[in-house]
């Protein structure tokens, strides 16, 4: 991830640099431009060595712009130091890290020596107000930069075209714009060139074919010079246009092949003395050569030919030509073979020392050099032109010069073609020539043995690769259209599958050497790439999946290439692979919020489970919403997948924790409840997907149920037993320390029993304040005890009152009339017995008084009374728990259960209880 936001950074940084600086150069700010060196027009000078500072210090104090010294700025701040430029030297920037440095020398510098010459201070082109003095020893200063060269011209924008033509290769330092943003992890898998070929040679010998296929049509010509003031507009407009402008800019356009080609001049970063060098070596070349196409040349060979080394400025640069022009006849006619050599094997040693040669006649002295290397030219021209002129590979292309053999060199030439498709102010957009450019690209396909198939692989990676490089995914759009039209391997002519099967490449990668077909060093980087992103999607798409699909589309369309190279079907389809990314990424999700929230465990007031379950229901929530959606397309189950997978996650952090829970303590009333809403809601999620029926199924075929609620039931239960203990030494000790007064007129029960009820309340309360599972058990558990504690007091308050027939005197028998007496009234009346009274119960009946008698009945009245409020409160509160999550305990639990039992009559046998003794007194 580094990498790429150092690449993405530093592609935003160059597209704000170069809209900057072509603003400027548009418009007004600047009258007057001194260009550099060997350059003509702002053709010539690349604007990424352009130092920003410098111009933007131009343009406020009205200075002329050397864009000579802008360069030279530029390349200096790469090698020192940034300074504040605030007046003093103690401040400025380090370039390193101090503490990676050690310690300090411990000798003192040495002297400076007194010859040492002194720093030349470059003014700047204006002497009114001097520039920021950069130091620059004599012995190192360039020619046109020394002291005795004249002093350098100040030109209008007018008198740009003023110059002569002459050599403006660009130096060494010189860097493309496409290297600035190249990958290391995305490369093709093609071998590296022996001769040590740079991606400036490729490019500059793609454009060299590409003038030589436009030849082959007819309409290749050497511009002249036009006139200055048509040319100046056109640079200016180039240069200064903007998206909203490239609409005028291409109906402005030289028409037909002649703009084609200098569109593709400027894409290609060629430069005009090299192109008018080029087209007319090739034109100078097809003299004598009646009835033969130019696209069948030998290119690099004719190009040697027909160029001296007078039509260059600088013999370094011709040197450097030279040996570009060797090195590819050296890769496309020896190093790389697809037609085999055959008798043409002896005569290899022979080319080589033909390339050796030419090379060493460079130090010789004129006269001789232009003998040995004429003489070279001939003899590599009889070698050369036998080698290209083998039989033909079988492809598709008819009749081609194989100057280019081995298809990566091929390959690498036509995508540097390619890559000049996109526009060079919006590197994330085609240019809208892009047709156009890819019809007249169709004209190399003879020369570099390109088909169909191969120009639609070959363009999709280019197109892939840029859409790495800017992140738009119009691009990825396009990729995606040429994925698809690969042809399958049955809807391959026979001719075109063995072309594709016969081109393979050896790369050396993790310590070995290697061998890939075509589509796997194109794709194969492809395919890494995505699967690096998709086996992280929670990650790489956090912002949001506007681009997860098209990225799963091409996933999935280059397994499905790269599937058919092992002569075999894909070993799994692609709802498998799909569950490959989805594990992946979830676990890997997963344990970031894990590490996440074990680094907070410090700071944070729960139990690192408990945060983790919350943690862990935010993420399924959002790949609920946002990833599965996308997915499902190719799984139906994404969802489902994903939810089962942190469901076994969690529950292997979780189990542990349950293994030695044993009592109610904080940190499972924190860890319970947490863990069991995340539970349910995994089941509600995978409910919605496959219904009731399916989440049954699922749970008892792939989930392990945390059984929570089963734990928590032993745990609350064990609260419970405690609890009711306490109640009923609460009840024992209330009723004993009752004296049974009335208080006052409107309280006439015993304040025990109001003691009674707010013992059990608070213990009711505390029950239903734990948002712990619990099950029905533990409810009837906690009745019972309250039910057996309303009956100990029932029993203490009514335990002094004695029996009737304790009470004396006895009841006396009343005369009243009955229907007996007339018959009996004879009859001598018993008289009954009287019982003698103990004294302890005697005692009892003493103190027992009619207020005491009618506090204890009123005490019972009162606990029957309230009874039924309390019952209710159980009840409902017991209900309003259950009543959401009933239907997900029944999935997980695979049983059956009522919605809320019937908590009414729980306290029956204190009811009964009471009103006996109430009876009683």
């Known amino acids: 991830m580094d990498e790429e936001n150092a690449v993405e950074l530093l592609q935003r940084y160059r597209r704000d640099r170069h809209v900057l600086l072509n603003y400027i150069l548009s418009g007004n700010l600047i009258k007057k431009v001194v260009m550099p060196p060997g350059a003509i027009s702002l053709d010539d000078v690349d604007i990424d060595q352009v130092c920003v500072d410098y111009v933007l210090n131009c343009v406020k104090k009205g200075h002329p712009l050397d864009l000579g010294d802008a360069i030279r700025l530029y390349h200096d701040s790469l090698d020192y130091p940034n300074v504040a430029n605030t007046g003093t030297v103690e401040e400025f920037y380090l370039l390193t890290k101090p503490e990676y440095s050690g310690s300090p020398p411990a000798r003192e510098p040495p002297p400076v020596p007194a010859t040492a010459p002194s720093p030349v201070v470059i003014p700047p082109p204006v002497v009114e107000q001097p520039q920021i003095p950069v130091p620059l020893p004599v012995a190192n200063l360039p020619k046109s930069l020394s002291l005795d060269s004249p002093t350098e011209k100040e030109l209008t924008i007018d008198d740009i075209e003023d110059f002569e033509d002459e050599e403006d290769e660009f130096d060494s330092r010189r860097a493309s714009r496409r290297h600035q943003t190249d990958a290391n992890d995305l490369s093709l898998r093609l071998p590296l060139f022996e001769t040590g070929i740079t991606d400036d040679d490729l490019r500059e010998t793609a454009y060299e074919i590409l003038v030589a296929a436009a030849g082959a049509s007819g309409g290749l010509i050497v511009p002249k010079k036009e006139k200055k003031k048509e040319k100046r507009h056109r640079l200016m407009r180039k240069l200064g246009r903007s998206k909203s402008e490239s609409v005028e800019s291409h109906t402005q356009r030289q028409p037909g092949l002649v703009g084609l080609l200098e569109i593709l001049r400027a894409q290609l970063e060629i430069t005009e003395s090299m192109d008018i060098r080029t087209r007319q070596g090739l034109l ?13 040349l030998l290119i690099p060979l004719e190009l040697l030919c027909c160029i001296s080394r007078a039509e260059f400025s600088d013999m370094k640069a011709y040197l450097r030509w030279q040996k570009r022009q060797l090195n590819m006849l050296e890769e496309g006619l020896i190093n790389h073979p697809v037609v085999g050599f055959g008798e043409l094997g002896r005569k290899v040693n022979e080319l080589r020392n033909l390339f050796r040669k030419i090379e060493e006649s460079e130090s010789l002295p004129p006269s001789a050099a232009e003998v040995q290397r004429t003489e070279c030219l001939r003899s590599l021209r009889e070698v050369a032109t036998s080698f290209s002129e083998r039989p033909a590979r079988g492809d598709l292309t008819g009749e081609v010069c194989h100057w280019a053999d081995g298809y990566h060199l091929n390959a690498a030439l036509y995508e540097k073609m390619l890559g000049s498709v996109f526009d060079i102010l919006d590197e994330g957009k085609l240019t809208e020539e892009v047709e156009e450019i890819l019809e007249l690209l169709k004209s190399t396909w003879r020369i570099l043995g390109i088909t169909e198939t191969i120009h639609d692989t070959c363009y999709a990676w280019v197109l892939f690769r840029q859409f790495v490089f800017t992140g738009e995914q119009g691009l990825l759009k396009v990729v995606i259209e040429h994925l698809r039209k690969i042809p399958l391997k049955e809807q391959r002519g026979p001719q075109e599958r063995l072309h594709l099967k016969s081109l393979r490449s050896s790369v050396d990668a993790d310590d070995s050497c290697q061998d890939f077909t075509f589509f796997q060093s194109f794709l194969s980087p492809v395919q890494k790439w995505v699967d690096k992103k998709l086996n992280d999607y929670h990650l790489q798409f956090s912002e949001g999946p506007n681009m997860l699909a098209d990225i799963v589309t091409v996933a999935m369309l280059t397994r499905r290439i790269l599937g058919e190279e092992n002569d075999k079907a894909m070993e799994s389809p692609d709802r498998d692979q799909i569950e490959r990314y989805i594990t992946s990424s979830v676990k890997s999700a997963f344990v970031k919020i894990a590490h996440s929230v074990e680094v907070k465990a410090d700071t944070a007031h729960e139990h690192v489970l408990a945060s983790l379950a919350d943690e862990t229901k935010k993420l399924l929530k959002k790949d609920t919403d946002i990833f599965s959606p996308v997915l499902s397309r190719w799984h139906p189950q994404a969802t489902v997948l994903s939810a089962s997978l942190l469901h076994k996650l969690y529950g292997n952090k979780l189990r542990p924790f349950l293994e030695h829970a044993e009592h109610l303590t904080e940190d499972v009333v924190s860890v319970f409840p947490a863990a069991d809403s995340l539970e349910q809601y995994i089941m509600s999620v995978m409910a919605s997907v496959v219904g009731e029926d399916g989440l049954d199924s699922i749970c008892k075929q792939k989930l392990a149920p945390y059984q929570i609620e089963s734990k928590s039931g032993t745990v609350v239960l064990r ?25 006052s007129p409107q309280q006439r029960h015993g304040g025990s029993i109001v003691e009674v009820y707010r013992i059990i309340e608070e ?44 009470l004396v005197p006895p009841v006396p028998v009343l005369t009243r009339y009955k229907k007996e007496l007339g018959i009996k009234a004879f009859v001598k009346k018993e008289i009954p017995e009287v019982r003698t009274v103990d004294e302890k119960k005697a005692s009892e009946i003493v103190q027992l008084t009619m207020s005491k008698l009618c506090v204890r009945l009123n005490s019972l009245y009162y606990g029957i009374s309230h009874l039924g409020k309390l019952e209710d409160s159980i009840s409902e509160r017991w209900a309003r728990r259950k009543s959401d999550n009933i239907n997900i305990r029944r999935s997980m639990s695979g049983k059956s259960k009522s919605a809320v039992s019937n908590q009414k009559n729980q306290f029956d046998g204190s009811r009964k209880e009471i009103n006996a003794a109430i009876d009683r007194g």
């Open 284 to 296: 100078n070349a097809m003299v004598g050569k009646v009835g033969k196409r130019m696209d069948n």
């Open 719 to 743: 609260w419970v037993n405690g609890q009711l203990e306490r109640i009923e030494t609460w009840v024992k000790r209330a009723a004993e320390q009752e004296a049974w007064d009335p208080i």
């Open 763 to 806: 213990t009711a309360d505390q029950f239903f304040a734990f948002k712990v599972p619990m099950r029905i058990s533990e409810l009837n558990s906690l009745c019972r005890g309250i039910d057996k504690a309303f009956q100990i007091y029932t029993q203490l308050a009514i335990g002094p009152i004695v029996d009737k027939e304790d």
